[in-house]
Every structure is written in structure tokens, then in C-alpha cells.
């Protein structure tokens, strides 16, 4: 059976820590390919510093190759980008596959929350990996409580990447390189483009 990862967020911008994530998942699930899925809105979070949706998948689009691939499914729904939605149309687009759904630390522990999650779990297994000391302990206890809820669920210990989006924008900004913490095509992008210099 074909497997697909999926890796959504804001991207805001995509970074280093994103595809060191999503790289390592995609080595240990065996995947054939890693979808990259920008928000056009985020519904968990305010973001008030959010570059307009064209450029940010045109970000993902420059960071992709390989068996990176960037999806504008989310872009062109327009409204909250709710990933139940989402997967029910991958799972419409890519009936045989297996789909893996890659979330950090802080997205997986607020799982239950989300919309639909009972959708999200018949249609995807759900992966996460930590970002702090205590955080492993944290998700294998959360992914117990998920399995009992009928998910299908993998935690692995793969090792942190300290790079944000936050961290980007600040350094961009501050006129300082980004140039450890974004791929070469995506740190040109932005500035090309003026990003997040206010």
C-alpha cells in the first residue's frame, strides 16, 4: 500500500525544523511522499503577522523536491483550514494510500480539541515527535488516552531542531541570516519578496 505523509501548518515561513521533522518520519514510516499543506486560515491560533497564502505555498513550493510536495488544498478552500476536511479530499484523491499525519509536540497534546477528531482519526494515523525534555513522556501518555478513542498513533524521539517561524521573522526583522535556519530557495523568496521586514 502507498503511504503519504501529510505536514500542515502555518508555515510562516517554512523552515529547517519542519523538513528535519518531516524527513526523519518519512525514513521511518517508508513513505513514497510528503505532502506539505500550507493554512489559508489557521483555526487554532491568531497570527497576526501572517503573509498572504500565495506566498507561502510559493515558500513550500521552493522548499519541496525530492519526495517533499507542496499541496495547495487548504489555499484553494479559503475559510479555517480544518484538517478533518482536509483529509477526507486526500483520502478522496488517494484512496489506496496509507496517510500519516505529522504534528509537533504542542498540536498533538491539544488533539481532542480539534475539529472533528474522531474523522481525523478513521482517516489518518497521527505522528508527533517532542520538542522538549519532557515532552516524550507527555505524548506516549496522550497517545494511550488517543488509542482508546479509536486512533491509530506513532511517537517517536526524534531529535528537535530549535528553529521557528517566530524565530525567522524576528531575524529578518533584526537584518540578521537566516541563511542556518530556512533552505537557500526559501531565505532568496523572502527576500525577494520583502517578507516579515515589519
Not at 489518518?124 to 516524550?136: D, I, K, N, Q
Amino acid at each position: 500500500m502507498r503511504k503519504i505523509a501529510i505536514l500542515g501548518g502555518t508555515f510562516n515561513p517554512i523552515h529547517n525544523g519542519h523538513l528535519h521533522l518531516a524527513g526523519c518520519f518519512a525514513k521511518l514510516l517508508g513513505v513514497q511522499k510528503v505532502l506539505l499543506i500550507p493554512t489559508y486560515l489557521p483555526p487554532h491560533k491568531s497570527a497576526p503577522d501572517l503573509a498572504p497564502a500565495r506566498h507561502r505555498l510559493a515558500m513550500c513550493r521552493a522548499a519541496a523536491g525530492g519526495i517533499f510536495e507542496a499541496s495547495d488544498i487548504e489555499i484553494r478552500r479559503r475559510g479555517p483550514s480544518y484538517t478533518s476536511d482536509t483529509l477526507r479530499e486526500l483520502k478522496a484523491l488517494y484512496p489506496d494510500a496509507e496517510l500519516y499525519l505529522i504534528t509537533g509536540e504542542d498540536m498533538f497534546l491539544t488533539l481532542t480539541q480539534w475539529h472533528e477528531p474522531e474523522t481525523i482519526f478513521s482517516l489518518a494515523t497521527v505522528c508527533a515527535a517532542p520538542r522538549s525534555a519532557a515532552g516524550l513522556g507527555r505524548l506516549l501518555k496522550y497517545a494511550q488516552d488517543l488509542r482508546r478513542m479509536g486512533a491509530r498513533t506513532r511517537v517517536e524521539n526524534i531529535e528537535y531542531l530549535p528553529v521557528s517561524s517566530t524565530m525567522v521573522r524576528r531575524a529578518v526583522r533584526e537584518g540578521k541570516s537566516i541563511a542556518r535556519l530556512v533552505p537557500v530557495a526559501v531565505e532568496r523568496y523572502i527576500r525577494e519578496h520583502h517578507l516579515y521586514l515589519r
